[in-house]
């Protein structure tokens, strides 16, 4: 499977997007994605939070405060072995969620 | 508590769409179940318009147009694995929308998907609304 991308996370781990959910599940979706991979990519880089995602422990969510007002971007990766992600959407908020679990900063692996 | 700040208080949305989504008068344009992330996600507006996901809690967010502010959508996650457990009726729903894909020729899957999306939505709505209280 071809990737869309790939970039480097905080903690020391490497997040890939496939073509495929980048076409078929984020952008297609939601179109206006089409123009934001950079943004999700500069997510990815520099988040200002990382956290485990509140239904799935296999989850990590990165945020990072969107150039556009008033709105957070926000990425859903897959954890998978030898410290690397998968992304599995991505799209835009206004916050996170209550069960969310902090992981980074506040502590480091 | 939130990790992350809420940026949009929920008394800033507009919810006209969303009403006639829930009476029935607005059928979706979009209803798509996206399967690795879980969420069913259902829109009233062009797919091409920009949301944004407004959580009312961990399972449901709404989806928002940030230009006007109105709600356009709903988001719901964990879709297999919390909300077709927890409600009954939208499991009945679910499951008709599963027989429907066994439709014989393609005009009557187009007039059978067209209905079951409409009462669909209308059901996701309804127990949106009450779930959430808006």
């Known amino acids: 499977m071809t990737d869309a991308f790939e970039a480097a996370a905080p903690r020391g781990n490497r997040v890939f997007c496939t073509v495929d959910t980048w076409e078929n599940h984020i952008v297609g979706t939601r179109p206006s994605m089409a123009s934001r991979q950079h943004d999700v990519m500069r997510t990815i880089e520099n988040p200002f939070l990382i956290a485990l995602d509140s239904d799935q422990s296999d989850r990590e969510v990165f945020y990072r405060l969107s150039d556009r007002q008033a709105r957070y971007m926000k990425v859903v990766v897959e954890i998978l072995p030898r410290r690397m992600r998968r992304v599995v959407t ?14 980074w900063p506040q502590s480091r692996d | 508590m939130a990790t992350v700040p809420r940026l949009i208080p929920t008394s800033n949305l507009k919810s006209r769409l969303f009403r006639q989504m829930m009476s029935g008068d607005r059928a979706p344009t979009l209803m798509r179940y996206d399967s690795p992330f879980d969420a069913l996600m259902m829109l009233t507006v062009s797919p091409e318009t920009e949301t944004v996901a407004h959580y009312v809690d961990d399972h449901l967010a709404l989806l928002y147009d940030p230009e006007s502010n109105e709600i356009v959508g709903l988001q719901l996650e964990a879709f297999k694995k919390w909300w077709l457990p927890k409600y009954k009726e939208l499991r009945a729903a679910w499951q008709v929308g ?3 894909k066994k439709a014989h020729d393609l005009a009557e899957l187009l007039a059978a998907t067209e209905k079951h999306e409409k009462k669909m939505s209308q059901k996701v709505a309804e127990l949106a609304a009450t779930y959430w209280g808006g």
Do not use: L
Request: hydrophobic share 45%; no cysteine; net charge neutral.
């Open chain 1, 90 to 103: 991505a799209f835009p908020v206004d916050s996170g969620k209550a069960g969310e679990k902090v992981i």
């Open chain 2, 98 to 100: 599963v027989q429907v």
